[in-house]
């Protein structure tokens, strides 16, 4: 059975870094595009970056510049690497994983055929 499983969350300070990471299992993921989603207290999901399997990648605009997405497709994982973070950075964070080609379907959630339970991270102000 496919499962994804979030690690790495937790409370930082305004400007601090954490790194998340996805431990996919139950198939291959290496042709899966997969990507980082968050969701905010009384907001909707929103997308924060994704990764083609190919290495293509994709941020929201919030993100850019401060996250990284990598994979490493010989341990199915998948990472963010997060820094100069911000209270407004604050959710809980799912990854994702689907059989996507149109980098436009890379930032939304219809596309992700498989996903996490998410890990919470808060950043303090």
């Known amino acids: 059975q496919e499962e994804l499983v979030e690690s790495g969350g937790g409370l930082v300070q305004t400007g601090g870094s954490l790194r998340l990471s996805c431990a996919a299992s139950g198939r291959t993921f290496n042709t899966y595009a997969m990507g980082w989603f968050r969701q905010a207290p009384g907001k909707e999901r929103e997308f924060v970056a994704a990764?083609?399997?190919?290495?293509?990648?994709a941020y929201a605009p919030s993100v850019k510049d401060r996250f990284t997405i990598s994979r490493d497709n010989t341990k199915n994982m998948l990472y963010l690497q997060m820094n100069s973070l911000k209270p407004e950075d604050t959710a809980v964070y799912y990854c994702g994983a689907g059989r996507i080609q149109s980098p436009v379907r890379l930032t939304t959630d219809l596309g992700y055929d498989y996903w996490g339970q998410g890990t919470q991270v808060t950043v303090s102000s």
């Open positions: 990764i083609q399997w190919s290495g293509g990648r």
